[in-house]
C-alpha cells in the first residue's frame, strides 16, 4: 500500500516521502495514529501544493531577513573602555556589551547568537558575526575606544 509520511519516523522515512509500505502496518498503525494519509491522486495533489505554499513563505522569509541583516551590517557599535597606562584595557568588550549596544541601536538580538569567540581585550575595530534565523549571519563592525576621564576632556 503506497502512503504518505505526515511526520518523520525513525527506520521508516521523513515527512513527505511517499512510500510503500504493507497493507497491515498501514491500517492498524499509521493511517490510525495520522502518521500518514492514503497516497492517491487527492492527497499527493493537496501535500504538493502545501509543500509549494510552504517553500514560497520560507523563500519570502529568508528575503527578509537577509534585508534585516544588510542593515544590521551597517550598524557600527562604539564601545569605550577604559584603559591604563600603554593603552592596556581594564576588563574586555564581552557579548554582553555588544547586545546592548545593538538594542541602544533598535535591534533586538539574543545575545548567544553572537559569535564572538573570546571577549575584547585590546582596543580597534572587529567585525563581530551574529546568527539570524534561516542561517543568515549578519556582520557587525564594533569600535573599541578609549575612554575620555572627565578630567582630560576638559583640560
Known sequence: ???????????????GDLIDVKDGFARNF???RNKAVLANDRNIKSFEHTKRVA???AKKEKLEIEAHAQKM???TLTVEAQVGKDDKMFGSVTVKDIAEGLTAQG?????RKIQLPHPIKELGTFTV????PREVTAAVTVR?????????ATA
Not at 505526515?6 to 521523513?14: A, F, L, P, S
Not at 535591534?107 to 545575545?111: G, I, L, S
Not at 558575526?129 to 539570524?132: A, D, E, H, I, Y
Open 30 to 32: 499509521l493511517l490510525p
Open 129 to 132: 558575526p551574529v546568527k539570524l
Open 55 to 57: 517553500a514560497e513563505r
Open 144 to 152: 573599541v575606544v578609549k575612554k575620555q576621564d572627565a578630567e582630560t
Open 73 to 75: 551590517s551597517t550598524v
Open 107 to 111: 535591534y533586538t538580538v539574543d545575545r
Open 1 to 15: 500500500m503506497k502512503v504518505i509520511l505526515q511526520e518523520t519516523m525513525e527506520g521508516v522515512g521523513h515527512l
